[in-house]
């Protein structure tokens, strides 16, 4: 068999540079912030972790696509965010729309099929909108909204009010003709958004060293002139460091830019299964080396180490969490269904 | 007298002067040679800013258009031949015309797509389709075919400001066509149906776009001939309001449907189909009959385009085959 993963192709592709074992380098002043950064990505995790549970035991009806292992991407990008930006997603977006506070009893609810979601109950888990938070929406054709966010950003720009686009995609995305289009698009017309590739290295079962010539993507960036940067996507502080630079071109020059994440999913493509040799490259090996390199533990490992966190604290701080989650999702339950009018009341703008 | 596409230009400039939140998209739109006479110089009189053409991309710049749409702005977007606009499906059918239900109508994606039929003239296949009936099977779109002058500019405004994705299509074969046209009346989109454009008696004759406009010349032959047919322009083909289509055909009991696009699966079928579902079977004197292209892709050589293209005299025979029966 072509030995996919040759150290030539990663050299060539750029990935080979960044050091996932590498400490994370946090700074004393900036302990309330990582703090806070943390209780989101736990936040995330535990939201997850819950809609898998509640997958496998049969208490969802429909597919969820899981973002577990990949929170330190979403919610370093929406630390620059603000409420008025235009955020878009595809299939695995849960965590793109908690991490600028979206509620998570209205995903359950929304998951769950109820009246009260976000969707109310005709998205489901691949068609969320919070636009009170920015979320504009997330679809799971791969590629889908891409496009739409180079819109939004146009919009901003003839607006002028200093907000931008952000488009979340994956690595499977890129071999979407309609990426070429909407970078190339984005940049001739010089609008504020961020591209924000998370490479998991997966696209559903195929590892990329099946699909693509090289890993990493951000090629495609530069070949249209784009501002982009590959960044460890389970290092938060790396995460930040890049989007604080990149979003500030976006919003002062009127560009795009864009960011390729390379981090690894927890559960397989679709549900809570792990997907183990689903694909060439997704072993057991692969998965417990991706688990030591989880953004949580190393962002925790760090705070540790800096003497910001204590372990009584992280557990306090879980607990709450779990609790809180665990509360959710019994409220979410407990909502009513849609009515059966709402079939055809939105089909057009009333 | 101003012509078809003069008029579609009056309908731009209207909605640019009026909505600071209107621009247009699409390929060509700097040029002369794209989209006839129906946007002349808009990019001069407006900016370019506002009048954008675009590198060769119709699935990412309509894919644009959707997202501007949901914030905020009133995007059109032209693609000068419906062909291209199939790389922009997804964009079209999946984005646009879901978007407000699968958003629980808390989005919408209020952009208007023109597509411009442009056929003949030995173009071929892929520069002459008309693909109406496509949109016309997806909830969520709103399906617009200007035939009268009129139309051409205020339906092109009505769908602007409707707030729902519109696929308006206007015909190149239509842009000589002239009116005296009154001033603009901001119509709502949703109230807008099919008109009779000449009562009638002994048939009804339902068409859109340039197929009312041998509808019409059709009608004008037969009367020579003391036969008074009934001539429905639909403008508005999806979603249907079949009512006045209905009415029309329970009082002459005969009817022809005439449509620029293929029979199978097509429009001029579904009028057919929503008649003879409702209608009580005894109003009817003869078979429904329909005009419409070969199936077969278009040709390229002027001697096949001749018995290609259905003309008035085709729509003629039609209605004098329904009143033998």
């Known amino acids: 068999m072509k030995n996919f993963l040759s150290k030539k192709t990663l050299n060539r ?32 995790r535990f939201v997850e972790n819950k809609l898998a549970q509640m997958r496998k035991s049969g208490f969802i009806g429909g597919p969820v696509h899981l973002g577990a292992g990949q929170e330190a991407i979403a ?64 679809v799971p054709i791969v590629a889908g909204t891409v496009p739409l966010a180079v819109g939004a950003a146009l919009a901003a720009k003839k607006q002028n009010n200093g907000d931008i686009a952000v488009a979340y995609f994956g690595d499977g995305a890129i071999e979407e003709g309609v990426i070429q289009e ?45 501002e982009s940067e590959i960044v460890d996507g389970n290092n938060l502080a790396e995460i930040e460091k890049t989007a604080s630079k990149l979003i500030n071109i976006a919003r002062t020059k009127n560009l795009p830019a864009f960011i390729e994440a390379i ?59 779990t609790n809180q989650i665990d509360n959710d999702w019994e409220l979410a339950v407990k909502d009513p269904e849609p009515e059966a009018s709402s079939l055809h009341s939105e089909v057009y703008k009333q | 007298m101003t012509n078809y596409g003069v ?133 969520g779109l709103r399906v617009v075919m200007p035939y009268s002058v009129s139309d051409a500019r205020d339906l092109l405004i009505a769908s602007v400001l409707s707030g729902d994705p519109v696929i308006y299509i206007d015909d190149r074969w239509l842009y000589s066509n002239e009116e005296v046209l009154p001033p603009v009346v901001e119509l709502d989109l949703k109230n807008q149906g099919p008109k009779i454009i000449k009562a009638g008696t002994s048939l009804t ?46 009082k002459t009991g005969r009817l022809v449907v005439v449509d620029g696009g293929w029979s199978p699966t097509g429009f001029a079928g579904e009028v057919i189909a929503t008649v003879t579902e409702s209608i009580d079977p005894k109003l009817l004197k003869s078979s429904p009959k329909r005009v419409t292209l070969p199936f077969a892709p278009a040709p390229a050589a002027a001697s096949l385009e001749k018995i290609y293209y259905p003309t008035t005299v085709d729509v003629v025979k039609a209605c004098t085959e329904s009143l033998k029966q």
């Open chain 1, 13 to 44: 592709s750029g990935i080979e540079s960044i050091k996932f074992e590498e400490k994370i380098k946090v700074m004393p002043e900036s302990k309330e912030a990582l703090t806070n950064s943390l209780i989101m990505m736990l936040k995330i």
């Open chain 1, 75 to 138: 919610v370093g990008v929406s630390k620059y965010l603000r409420k008025s930006d235009r955020i878009f997603s595809g299939h695995r977006s849960h965590a793109h729309l908690l991490a600028l506070g979206s509620e998570p009893r209205k995903l359950f609810a929304e998951v769950l099929g109820k009246k009260t979601g976000l969707s109310k109950g005709m998205g489901g888990s691949m068609h969320l909108w919070d636009q009170t938070n920015g979320f504009y929406g997330s």
């Open chain 1, 182 to 226: 909407s970078l190339n698009l984005a940049r001739q017309l010089e609008v504020p958004m961020l591209f924000v590739c998370e490479n998991n290295l997966f696209s559903s079962h195929m590892h990329i060293s099946q699909r693509q010539p090289l890993q990493s993507v951000a090629r495609f960036a530069i070949a249209n002139d784009i």
């Open chain 1, 263 to 321: 981090t690894y999913r927890h559960y397989g493509h679709v549900d809570w299964r792990e997907d183990i040799d689903v694909g060439v490259n997704r072993s057991s090996k692969d998965l417990n080396l991706w688990k030591t390199r989880d953004p949580i533990i190393r962002l925790e490992s760090a705070l540790f180490e800096a003497g910001m966190l204590t372990t009584i604290e992280l557990d306090q701080i879980k607990l709450q969490i």
């Open chain 2, 7 to 139: 008029a579609i230009r009056e309908g731009f400039a209207y909605l640019l002067k009026k909505y600071p939140e209107v621009f247009v998209i699409g390929q060509g739109l700097w040029s002369p040679w794209y989209v006839g006479n129906s946007m002349t110089d808009l990019d001069k009189e407006f900016g370019i800013e506002r009048i954008i053409d675009t590198p060769v991309s119709e699935s990412a710049c309509t894919g644009a258009a959707v997202g501007a749409a949901l914030a905020g702005m009133k995007p059109i977007m032209v693609h000068p031949r419906m062909d291209f606009m199939l790389y922009a499906m997804d964009a079209i059918v999946n984005e646009a015309a879901k978007w407000s239900s699968m958003m629980a109508g808390q989005s919408h994606a209020g952009v208007t797509i023109r597509s411009i039929i442009n056929r003949g003239g030995e173009q071929g296949a892929q520069h002459s389709q008309a693909l109406h009936s496509w949109f016309t099977h997806i909830p």
């Open chain 2, 205 to 250: 004759l339902v068409a859109a776009g340039y197929s009312t406009h041998m509808a019409v010349e059709a009608s004008g032959i037969l009367a020579t001939q003391g036969i008074d047919v009934e001539v429905i322009d639909v403008r508005v083909l999806s979603p249907l309001f079949p009512k006045l289509i209905l009415d029309s055909v329970a």
